[in-house]
């Protein structure tokens, strides 16, 4: 970490042991994910519960990173205060790491990204049904309720489809068929 650990303490007496307890939990975020530059905590008693008159203990947690900063901020409204500051302070930096997770998948484009259909050719067209031909050269049959949009009617020889393929009774066939815009340059050669 690029700057030392700020560690507040608000109408709490402060405790070694609390201290050590945070500071392991620091360390813990840091093994994750090592480019932290900055960690703000904290830890606050704000009053005491109107029914049992326990303490009610409060963790905020601000992380710098690169592209932003990440805040936990665990209060009475979210249902997150705590009689326990052990437990208050764990489930904190637990609600961090998943933030710090959150944010690398996002820096490292780990976000899932749907992978476009593949395309064909419409090779043959009969009533109710037709072939379309693939990238690799296989024929792969299709119904025409499985044309998107009702578009069988406007289909041609020779346009281009995006399809999902799945298996059929008798081969290959396309469980959807979404005609392309345009028509094709020319049509895969057959294997």
């Known amino acids: ?16 042991a609390i201290e050590a307890h945070v500071r392991e939990e620091v360390a813990r975020l840091e093994r994750f994910y090592g480019r932290i530059t900055g960690c703000v905590v904290t830890l606050d008693a704000p009053s005491r519960h109107h029914r049992h008159g326990a303490e009610m203990y409060r963790v905020r947690i601000e992380l710098s990173v690169p592209g932003g900063t990440l805040v936990v901020a665990r209060d009475r409204a979210r249902n997150h205060a705590h009689a326990d500051l052990y437990l208050a302070v764990r489930n904190a930096f637990r609600e961090a790491k998943r933030q710090l997770q959150d944010h690398v998948r996002k820096i490292d484009a780990r976000v899932k990204a749907h992978a476009e259909p593949p395309r064909g050719v419409v090779t043959a067209l009969m009533p109710g049904h037709g072939f379309l031909r693939t990238p690799d050269g296989r024929q792969v049959y299709f119904h025409e309720r499985s044309v998107l949009r009702g578009a069988f009617a406007r289909l041609r020889v020779g346009d281009t489809v995006r399809f999902a393929e799945e298996a059929g009774e008798e081969g290959p066939q396309a469980s959807t068929v979404e005609p392309v815009r345009g028509r094709a340059q020319a049509a895969p050669a057959e294997a």
């Open 1 to 16: 970490m690029q700057r030392v650990l700020q560690l507040s303490w608000r109408n709490i007496t402060p405790s070694e």
